[in-house]
């Protein structure tokens, strides 16, 4: 089964950067989509971006022009470069790995992002 896992998670300043990386120990990483997402206090998931196998990405709003997505397949990781944070960016963030035939999705467990002063 596949496993997946977040790492750079941290408390930042606002404005500061962070990269988040996602590591997946299986071997259909290179043929899957991947996306993160994001889950703040009392509020819904949030669909932050997503990179198809191909290398596609597409943004949620609230990350375009401040996030970048990006995959290494020779190291099967994703990852999330988020620069001008802003204290709505605290939440926790989730890697989430798609098979690309039976488009089963897999979880990671999540990394925690603190943007506060």
């Known amino acids: 089964q596949v496993q997946l896992v977040e790492s750079g998670g941290e408390l930042v300043q606002p404005g500061g950067s962070l990269r988040l990386s996602c590591a997946a120990n299986g071997s259909i990483f290179s043929g899957s989509a991947m996306a993160w997402y994001r889950q703040a206090p009392g509020k819904q998931r949030e669909l932050v971006a997503t990179i198809t196998s191909g290398g596609i990405t597409n943004y949620g709003d609230s990350a375009k022009g401040r996030f970048t997505i990006s995959r290494d397949n020779a190291k099967n990781t994703v990852y999330l470069q988020m620069n001008g944070l802003k204290p709505e960016d605290t939440a926790v963030y989730y890697c989430?790995?798609?098979?690309?035939?039976?488009?089963?999705?897999?979880w990671g467990q999540g990394t925690q992002v603190t943007v506060s002063s």
């Open positions: 989430n790995l798609k098979t690309p035939i039976a488009r089963r999705n897999y």
